[in-house]
């Protein structure tokens, strides 16, 4: 039951990139100090507007959980003396509970003996009571990541707080801060309805805020109202011919940005539909925040859409946003023009200018070992060629050494947004090849967790290596991601280096790449210590990433801890092992290759192992044991190298029975050392066998 | 509404919110809060309201007089309130009705905007102002300058002029808009904004900037040793222009950009630490005043 809670806190505009942490905030806060406080609820509801943080607290009862606590004194034999007195131990004990001694009891506490105490009850108090005490601290404590003074007041918050709303069903919860009393009186739209709303109950808050504040207050409803207008437009007065651009990113910003929202269509000149579609679109999103229309083939339209903030218009709001996007779209062609006059080379050589990284030289820096390091990847997987690889490779050094020229452009400086896509662009324009300007687009993929990755070859190795070459020098640099700090978002470009890899089925060792990339670093930077354990670092740090990726999916991680034990380092090779092996579980019976490995493993121990003498083999079993790894040796080593995993499994499930035979009739622990001895070296080649493909005895099995 | 007659009606306006009324800086600078009626009266604790007309030079902003509203000279109207009053969105909303904005038929919405000027060490929170999506105001609440955090808390409105007249006299470019009846604000500045276009991209001696750069430094240090704030503080503003200028040449790479940039934000720090200590040995005559 009990009764509902509302308190709201009333702001200056707040920035729609605060609002969920604020919102988030409020809820923890609140549970918190609700809980702490004893008292009962069944659900905390948040809501953010541009002028306020929301909390409903449904069901709060109305009285708070009572107390039992036992309060514990001396020990019994210090708080009575030999005639059974209370001493003066006991009787200062009793007055600090202002109590007589005979009011206390004997409490056991285990395993330390009897004590003298009391079983105190605190009855619940009213929740009423608490609720002014209890919102000040969660106000108090609400912390955000940009937080701001104002006037002389001693508080920090995201934007100033100009009232608070304190509702407990009907009954105002009273508290001060600042120069702030809390109230039932709340604030609609800052122009529109400017006159204070008294709320009577919680239960007018929502309806009275929408029809005597016009400000709808959950932003839940206000992404739903846009989007049932520009669906509107679309279906009944464009009927179809047009489709609104609805970036996400763009949509979560307007809802936001407005109490109550409402979209009209506004028009520019054609004369800037000769820019290109995606340098058009960002300039009409980026600073108005205005979505763009396409026209039925895909292209820009001269229509844009407004979301204002519930104004009737009566053409002053059309017009105005009219002519701030043509002034707009005129820098944007003035930039455009500007990129125009230059080329390639001249971007290049400004690239000298940028710095990658303080003590890790320049982008021009970065751009030239892209080239090295691409053209090493391509190297590294000699043994399976890539198709049409001359091409590849001369496509790679263009790529590289073009890929970040698009950063020095008047363009991406004004519109950051279009970093690759400008690139992309301007390669075209000039003549480029288009495998090499996609590649520039392509190596910045993935930009974000489920992005596209690159589509061919040149653009995700030039993205593998675009990654790898940042991951290693921040590590170089001592910038090596820790807890949820990850500034340099080097776990998404890790995780975007195991995608692309295992798209394009590359099969390289990652040490390698990483070592060579680190002695391109080391040729023009020196670096103080640890470079040896940089590989390694790396090397772990993406390894982890294709667990993370593995897990995320649900997938088996005992079986990718297993593949690792084999040493191997290459993402692909791993992954086609995974997959070998969760065929294999899939449809035969692991244990079959899991039990007589693990009785390999237990019983050699960690000693040093000699070579088997084969002359002191004795017994049928041991022998037969022998010959089958002999056999299978070079013939699982075949398989390895032809990734034919499948079939390593069956020969490794072959030989399971032989060792399970040897086991059984074989005794190992001989009376005579040296034939123990070479008991446990030939088990020892059996593990080595194992192991070649994954330590087997690290899988979870069901043991029954 | 005229521009001259914009700039009459605000200072009117904020005459009667107990500002008072000042007037430009005799020197160039960047914008309205390198005055020293911002950039050193924000210190300390003295209450503080004021209003003035800054006029403004960005030199990387010319556009040759090409573009409809970007040019490296404009004029900013400035209102500093210490500390910042609790109804001070109203009473800037009170300006813009004041100038005869009928703040019910159009669409006033307040984004977010974090202000900072790396060169003064100076950082705010607050928003841009957007008047049917016209960026008109800039609203800051000032947290740091010269690397000091400030108490109180001063609110800084910023009027884009030519902007909110473009919106008053529903004109597309700075360059149509009337200064008076007879005159517009391109008869005085369109041919101004080429010249000085052509002279901050193209004809500015670099030799000469740099030099001065160095010599303004130089007599910096000399004065803040004889403990000339003020005349300091002017010296602060004359390294920002030379360094702003420098920039418009693309003569200072990505990196001495850095340089140049702690340098004058050192500059400011000194500066600032003087004017509060300076200050204090007054006894805030301001504080003071306020009392009475």
């Known amino acids: 039951m009990g009764k509902d809670l509302l308190f709201e806190i009333g702001t200056e505009e707040l920035p729609p990139s605060c609002m969920e942490e604020g919102v988030t905030g409020l809820r923890k806060v609140l549970e918190n100090k609700l809980s702490e406080s004893r008292l009962e609820f069944r659900d905390i509801l948040t809501y953010v507007s541009p002028r306020r943080f929301v909390a409903m607290v449904k069901g709060l009862g109305e009285v708070q959980k009572s107390k039992e606590e036992i309060v514990t004194g001396p020990p019994k034999g210090i708080a009575f003396d030999k005639n059974g007195r209370p001493t003066k131990a006991a009787e200062g004990f009793a007055r600090s509970l202002n109590l007589k001694v005979s009011d206390l009891e004997e409490i056991e ?49 995201i934007r100033p707080i100009r009232w608070i709303l304190a509702l407990y069903d009907s009954e105002i919860i009273r508290f001060n801060i600042i120069n702030l009393t809390s109230g039932n009186v709340t604030f609609g739209h800052r122009t529109l309805s400017p006159t204070a709303i008294t709320i009577k109950n919680t239960g007018d808050y929502f309806k009275f805020l929408k029809s005597k504040g016009g400000v709808i207050v959950d932003s839940v409803k206000r992404r739903e109202l846009i989007l049932k207008q520009i669906n509107k437009l679309e279906e009944k007065l464009w009927k179809g011919k047009y489709k609104v651009v609805l970036n996400e990113d763009l949509l979560k910003d307007v809802v936001n ?16 539909l000769y820019m290109p579609k995606e340098l058009l679109i960002e300039a009409i999103q980026y600073h108005q925040k205005y979505f763009a229309v396409l026209d039925k083939s895909g292209n820009v339209s001269t229509k844009f859409i407004i979301v204002q903030n519930g104004i009737k218009d009566t053409g002053g709001v059309k017009k105005g946003n009219e002519r701030v996007l043509k002034a707009r779209l005129t820098d944007a062609a003035f930039f455009y023009e500007e990129d125009r006059k230059h080329d390639f080379h001249y971007w290049t050589e400004k690239l000298k200018e940028v710095i990658f ?53 008047s363009m991406v400086v004004e519109f950051p947004a279009l970093q690759g896509i400008v690139g992309r662009q301007y390669a075209r324009e000039k003549g480029e090849k288009f495998a090499v300007a996609d590649a520039i687009f392509e190596h910045y993929l993935p930009r974000f967790a489920d992005d596209i990755l690159p589509s061919t070859d040149v653009g995700l190795i030039l993205s593998i290596a675009d990654k790898i070459d940042t991951i290693t020098g921040m590590f170089i640099a001592g910038k090596i991601p820790s807890g949820s700090a990850d500034p340099f978002a080097l776990r998404r470009k890790a995780s975007g280096v195991v995608l692309s890899i295992l798209k394009g089925k590359y099969d390289f060792e990652l040490a390698d790449l ?90 050699i121990g960690k000693k040093e192992f000699g070579e088997v003498k084969e002359k002191l083999l004795t017994e049928e079993y041991e022998k037969k044991l022998f010959s089958s790894i002999e056999s299978k040796k070079s013939k699982i080593k075949d398989l390895v190298i032809k990734k034919d995993f499948a079939s390593v499994l069956i020969e490794l499930d072959k030989l399971g029975t032989v060792v399970d035979q040897f086991f059984d009739k074989v005794l190992v622990m001989d009376k005579d050392e040296k034939i123990k001895t070479n008991r446990i070296n030939l088990i020892k080649k059996a593990v080595d066998l194992y192991m070649t493909m994954a330590d087997f005895s690290r899988l979870i099995v069901d043991k029954g | 509404m005229n521009f001259q007659d914009i700039i009459f009606n605000l200072q009117r306006y904020w005459a009667k919110k107990n500002c008072i009324i000042k007037q430009p800086m005799d020197l160039e600078k960047g914008a309205g809060t390198f005055n020293p009626d911002t950039f050193l009266r924000c210190l300390g604790p003295e209450p503080w309201n004021v209003a003035y007309v800054e006029p403004s030079r960005r030199p990387t902003d010319g556009r040759y007089g090409q573009n409809p509203f970007r040019t490296q000279f404009y004029y900013q109207f400035q209102v500093l309130l210490k500390p910042s009053p609790d109804n001070v969105i109203d009473l800037y909303l009170g300006s813009l009705k004041n100038l005869g ?31 049917d999506g016209m960026e008109v105001t800039q609203f800051t609440y000032f947290q740091q300058m010269g690397g000091f955090a400030l108490k109180p808390v001063s609110a800084e409105i910023t009027y884009g002029l030519e902007r909110i007249a473009m919106y008053l006299q529903d ?76 920039d418009a040449r693309e003569a200072i790479s990505v990196s001495e950009r850095t340089s140049y940039i702690s340098r004058v934000r050192d500059l400011a720090k000194v500066l600032c630490s003087a004017y509060l200590e300076q200050r204090e040995k007054m006894g805030y005559p301001l504080l003071k005043k306020d009392k009475k």
């Open chain 1, 257 to 272: 940005l407005v109490e109550i929202p409402n979209t009209i269509t506004g028009n520019f000149p054609r004369e800037f």
């Open chain 1, 109 to 157: 506490i285990k395993g330390k003996g009897i004590y003298l105490g009391k079983s105190i009850t605190e009855e619940g108090k009213k929740t009423k009571d608490l609720l002014g005490n209890i919102l000040k601290d969660s106000l108090l404590s609400l912390s955000f990541s940009k937080q701001m003074t104002w006037s002389d007041y001693d508080i920090k918050f």
């Open chain 1, 357 to 409: 990284f303080s003590g890790l030289g320049s982008m021009y820096d970065k751009a030239a070992r892209l080239k090295k390091l691409s053209l090493h990847i391509t190297n590294l997987m000699h043994g399976n060629s890539l198709k049409g690889e001359e091409d590849i490779s001369s496509d790679l050094v263009s790529a590289s050494l073009l890929c970040k020229c698009d950063l020095v452009t």
């Open chain 2, 101 to 131: 904005i009928d703040l019910k038929s159009h669409d006033i919405r307040f984004v977010e905007d974090d202000w900072q000027s790396p060169t003064i060490g100076a950082a705010g929170l607050g928003w841009e102002v957007w008047a």
């Open chain 1, 514 to 603: 990483i070592d060579y990339n680190l002695k391109l670093y080391l040729e023009s930077f020196s670096s103080k210590d640890t470079e040896s354990k940089i590989v390694s670092e790396v090397r772990d740090f993406i390894i982890a990433r294709l667990r993370f990726l593995l897990d995320k999916k649900g997938k088996r991680l005992d079986v990718l801890d297993a593949i690792l034990q084999s040493g191997c380092g290459s993402i692909t090779d791993i992954g086609l092992r995974y997959a070998a092996i969760e065929e294999f579980i899939l449809n035969k019976d692991i244990k079959k290759i899991y039990f007589p490995m693990t009785r390999c493993r237990n019983i």
């Open chain 2, 171 to 246: 004109k597309d470019s700075f360059w149509d808009l009337s200064w008076s009846d007879s005159i517009s604000y391109g008869d005085l500045h369109l041919e101004s904004e080429k010249q000085w276009s052509v002279y901050n991209f193209e004809v500015a001696s670099i030799d000469m900037l740099l030099d001065l750069f160095e010599k303004y430094e130089k007599e910096f240090r000399k004065v803040m040793k004889k403990g000339l704030v003020f005349v300091g503080c002017e010296y602060v503003l004359k390294c920002s222009h030379v360094f702003n200028l420098l």
